[in-house]
């Protein structure tokens, strides 16, 4: 049985699109769930998760305080 996917934000996967979402597991299955976003205000590296930013965007000035890893 497949693991239930959660967003980052803590909730099951809640795309309002169905499609969408299919597109979305179909690139994390290729790509990976999660992917490098850079700071270029702060010169630093986070790892991402594709849904979250699918399911809720984010913001330069807010990236440091969404709880990501820090990568460098």
Avoid: W
């Avoid at 270029?40 to 965007?57: E, W």
């Amino acid at each position: 049985m497949d693991a239930v996917k959660k967003c980052f934000c803590g909730r099951e996967l809640h795309y309002s699109n169905k499609e969408l979402e299919r597109i979305m597991v179909d690139i994390c299955e290729t790509k990976g769930d999660y992917l490098e976003v850079s700071d270029i205000v702060n010169y630093k590296t986070y790892r991402v998760q594709r849904h979250y930013i699918a399911l809720h965007g984010i913001k330069q000035e807010l990236l440091p305080t969404y709880g990501f890893e820090e990568l460098n």
